[in-house]
């Protein structure tokens, strides 16, 4: 079945710290894979997301994802995360007509 | 403003009615999406519609209804028959049908409790 897993599912960091959030997807066929993220009291909205193409995506606020197809991963990673940035990470992928969510990582980013 | 629109945004039901979750979007999207938000869940897709008066049962459907008679809408019923309604609903819409490159857009959400 297809499916998407990430395996971190609460992540504390102290501002400056760098992150790192893995998601493995686990179907074949065409891969488009996204990052959501979703602010407190807000809606989801798109941080990247990858079609074809380059494997290392750059997204919005500083974020990136490496598409790794040999490992069927799409880790969002970001050099330095600030007090803002505290929210939670939706990882995504859409096949079949569907979009197939992970579990989700809270970020707690500490002042 | 192009976007997603969901009502109410809280709702609260008592047990053994029924209740209706409304989604309207105004991006000219064929398909459209109802997913569940629980705590450590992640979204589970509830129902999807590709195309107008065509809709697909997701992962969790049993105690779910919808409709697709315009594109612009998407309504949820919650009915009954539901074991544990109380969660958080989100409605999402995608621009192309049967083929990738596509990115979903979410609504705000429709959080309901069964009291």
């Known amino acids: 079945a297809q499916s998407v897993s990430q395996h971190n599912h609460h992540v504390i960091l102290s501002e400056a710290a760098s992150l790192e959030l893995g998601c493995n997807y686990s179907y074949g066929g065409t891969v488009n894979l996204f990052w959501y993220v979703q602010y407190p009291g807000q809606h989801l909205q798109l941080l990247l997301k990858?079609?074809?193409?380059?494997?290392l995506v750059k997204g919005i606020k500083g974020f990136e994802a490496e598409f790794i197809k040999s490992k069927f991963s799409f880790n969002l990673r970001k050099p330095s995360v600030q007090w803002s940035d505290t929210a939670e990470y939706f990882c995504a992928g859409y096949n079949f007509n569907k979009f197939y969510f992970g579990s989700g990582t809270k970020l707690n980013v500490k002042p | 403003d192009g976007g997603i629109t969901q009502s109410p945004k809280y709702l609260f039901r008592k047990e053994g009615q029924n209740v209706t979750l409304s989604c309207e979007q105004n991006l000219n999207h064929d398909a459209m999406y109802w997913y569940r938000q629980d705590p450590g869940q992640g979204l589970r897709l509830i129902y999807y519609s590709q195309i107008v008066n065509d809709f697909q049962k997701g992962d969790i459907a049993e105690g779910y209804s919808v409709s697709r008679e315009k594109k612009e809408s998407f309504p949820l019923t919650v009915t009954s028959a539901q074991k544990n309604p109380t969660a958080f609903y989100l409605c999402?819409?995608?621009?192309?049908?049967?083929?990738?490159?596509?990115?979903?857009?979410f609504g705000q959400g429709t959080r309901l409790t069964v009291v």
């Open positions: 990858y079609f074809s193409g380059d494997p």
């Open positions: 999402a819409s995608s621009a192309t049908q049967g083929r990738g490159n596509t990115e979903a857009f």
